[in-house]
């Protein structure tokens, strides 16, 4: 979490002293939050700020106040979650890295280091990591998938990092097979988060056990469903906002699927004449991504203790005249159910991180 005190200084500090503060923080985000004797944020400061003061004539012992920059950018603590997303979002794109968040006196609660925390989504997450992953036998003999190891971390390591890092802070992960590991395993925080660990006692299928992580009282209106073996680097930024834009019941995570037939291929009739003829065709489909968002009321319409497949419960949405709707992923998708996707997950992330360190 951001330290505060680093980034704040008082309106009629020297400018001189606000100097100081900004080349303390280099190598970081250099803004300063001005704030007046009753804690009020009323601008922020930065080098560019200073510098631009100085050439209007400001001296370097006046107060940081003649320089700072009214029109920042904030987030309201207590403001439409929704919103907040939207304007985290276009700071991100006008380039701020730091947002803070004001209570209803104008007083910082908290910044955000967008680079850290890219973020706020108002949703819960479960990650499903109940499967015996029998495809990787023996890596899973003794060892849940979701803890197998792809470049020294666990595969759903990654997952909760990402879920982290989109301002999810209520994550469940559901556990049956070798679950005590799991429970070992988060024992301790991930990613800054603290992750609950939940365990069926029989098999709940692919979303059934997502109804455990709910209740009643949920805080979130939507929550956020996949499975705990891939690594994936789809926004769920844009998945939320798109589900939330339409309206939806579900969203769920999709990916092309080309299908090319190497025939001729004829349509038909009733009485068996010939319609049309196409000569190798190629077919592309939308397959299932195994995430997706659901509005709580449609997980919570699943009893409880029940085996449900995710693709039964988005079926019965659809005969019920709910809202469905697909997100294409854009970026890395792998499923890691066989030793060939271990080992092309592996490569990836090696070559990742050699990436980077020449960096």
């Not at 900004?22 to 300063?32: I, K």
């Amino acid at each position: 979490m951001t330290d505060i005190s680093l980034h704040t200084i008082n309106a009629d500090a020297p400018l001189l002293e606000a100097l100081a503060r900004l080349n303390r923080l280099s190598g970081g985000p250099m803004t300063l939050f001005v704030q007046n004797l009753g804690g009020r944020v009323t601008g922020s400061v930065t080098d560019g700020d200073i510098r631009r003061a100085l050439l209007r004539g400001v001296c370097v012992t006046d107060p940081v106040s003649r320089a700072m920059n009214t029109s920042f950018h904030a987030l309201e603590a207590h403001g439409d979650a929704h919103e907040n997303v939207l304007r985290l979002r276009d700071m991100r794109l006008s380039g701020i890295v730091l947002a803070p968040v004001l209570d209803s006196e104008g007083r910082i609660t908290e910044i955000i280091d967008l680079r850290v925390t890219a973020s706020r989504l108002p949703i819960g997450a479960v990650l499903m990591a109940g499967g015996k992953g029998e495809r990787l036998r023996p890596m899973t003999l003794t060892t849940p998938k979701p803890l197998l190891k792809i470049d020294g971390k666990a595969i759903i390591d990654y997952n909760v990092e990402a879920l982290a890092a989109a301002g999810v802070t209520d994550v469940t992960v559901i556990a049956r097979y070798l679950a005590e590991q799991l429970y070992d395993h988060f024992a301790r925080p991930i990613a800054g988060l603290n992750v609950r660990v939940l365990t069926e006692d029989k098999p709940l299928g692919t979303i059934g056990g997502a109804r455990m992580a709910l209740s009643r009282d949920t805080a979130t209106e939507h929550t956020l469903v996949m499975n705990s073996d891939l690594l994936t680097t789809v926004s769920f930024e844009d998945m939320y906002l798109r589900h939330v834009e339409e309206n939806a019941d579900v969203s769920v995570a999709v990916l092309p699927y080309t299908l090319s037939v190497p025939y001729a291929i004829l349509s038909t009739d009733n009485n068996g004449c010939v319609t049309s003829i196409e000569e190798k065709p190629t077919y592309t489909y939308f397959a299932n991504a195994g995430i997706y968002i659901f509005r709580n009321t449609v997980l919570l319409s699943m009893a409880e203790d029940t085996h449900m497949d995710a693709t039964d419960l988005i079926e019965s949405v659809i005969s019920r005249g709910g809202k469905v709707v697909c997100h294409p992923v854009n970026g890395t998708w792998i499923d890691i159910g066989a030793p060939a996707d271990f080992q092309r997950a592996s490569e990836m992330m090696r070559h990742h991180r050699d990436l980077s360190a020449r960096r």
